[in-house]
């Protein structure tokens, strides 16, 4: 075993969503596709047809579980039948790390079904980061977590929300799902720089990275995952694997879901901005497909 095993994440390349209405082309045509992402949630059932297609994927595909429940930002103890519930997909998934939300969503034991974004204090980067290492050591695989998109902050902060982010993985010894499209919406809504936000995180311990399309309003941005990628969300994503390097990525599209072959192909433009990542880092830094994101 590593010396430090929950650091051990890997390029596994481009990978979209396993949604309900592929299954029935992805399970007869058998796409190439590097890696499926799944919501947790969706599988911690006993059985039924959710398990049944599960299984199936997992014979010829790679799986990484995403979770949208774990609140890590909640003052609530954790659900230990939850996690009970998780561990045992976990163990049937293999994946190699489980992502989950820097958020909050439950008071007392009330679930908002809600990705809140959180007062970035140093008090709750604490306890966040200890809720991090609790569940990491319980399902024994590593674990990152994600930046929500937001449109409401919070008077009480103590930081920018990339150095709550900083703070909180660096005490929880934990990788970043770093959502490009995220930082896009909160910094449109907020008004923030959000090249400022990818040059202020910890670079070596971004694991993984989401692109999605959002819904633009008057006044906000939200991040709806129901169109293509924007342009400034691709720059966005070019600048953040040159500077955190070529880690895995995932498009997400979770409403007015189109073909396979058009989520997938929006998928693969990503493509363009790796290979000219790669080109110019190479020679730096010799990072190639299959490295570990973390051991730098």
């Not at 230990?80 to 997909?89: E, F, N, Q, S, V």
């Not at 008071?107 to 200890?130: I, K, N, S, W």
């Not at 703070?167 to 499209?181: H, K, S, Y």
């Not at 006044?219 to 129901?226: E, N, R, W």
């Amino acid at each position: 075993m590593p010396a430090n095993p929950f650091n051990a994440f890997t390029d596994y390349g481009i990978g979209i969503g396993l949604r309900v209405p592929h299954y029935q082309h992805i399970l007869t045509r058998k796409p190439v596709v590097d890696w499926f992402e799944i919501i947790s949630e969706n599988f911690m059932v006993d059985g039924g047809r959710p398990l049944e297609v599960l299984d199936q994927i997992l014979e010829q595909y790679q799986v990484v579980q995403h979770g949208v429940s774990l609140y890590f930002g909640s003052a609530d103890p954790f659900d230990r039948a939850h996690l009970k519930r998780l561990k045992t997909l976990v163990k049937r998934t293999r994946t190699p790390w489980l992502s989950d939300h820097l958020c909050w969503g439950s008071v007392d034991g009330t679930y908002t079904h809600d990705l809140l974004p959180m007062p970035y204090t140093f008090a709750a980067a604490r306890r966040t980061a200890e809720k991090i290492r609790q569940v990491r050591d319980y399902l024994e695989i590593p674990v990152c977590v994600e930046n929500v998109s937001s449109y409401v902050e919070f008077h009480v902060s103590e930081m920018t929300e990339w150095e709550f982010l900083t703070e909180v993985v660096e005490r929880a010894d934990c990788g970043i799902l770093l959502d490009v499209n995220n930082i896009y919406v909160s910094s449109r809504n907020h008004g923030f720089n959000p090249y400022d936000y990818v040059d202020g995180v910890p670079h070596h311990r971004v694991a993984q990275m989401h692109i999605a399309g959002h819904t633009k309003f008057e006044q906000y941005i939200l991040d709806t995952h129901d169109h293509p990628v924007i342009d400034p969300v691709w720059k966005l994503y070019a600048h953040a694997i040159r500077r955190c390097g070529v880690t895995a990525t995932l498009l997400e599209w979770d409403d007015k879901i189109p073909s396979f072959g058009e989520v997938h192909g929006e998928a693969l433009k990503a493509h363009e901005f790796i290979d000219g990542a790669r080109a110019a880092q190479a020679p730096r830094r010799g990072r190639t497909a299959g490295s570990s994101a973390l051991a730098r």
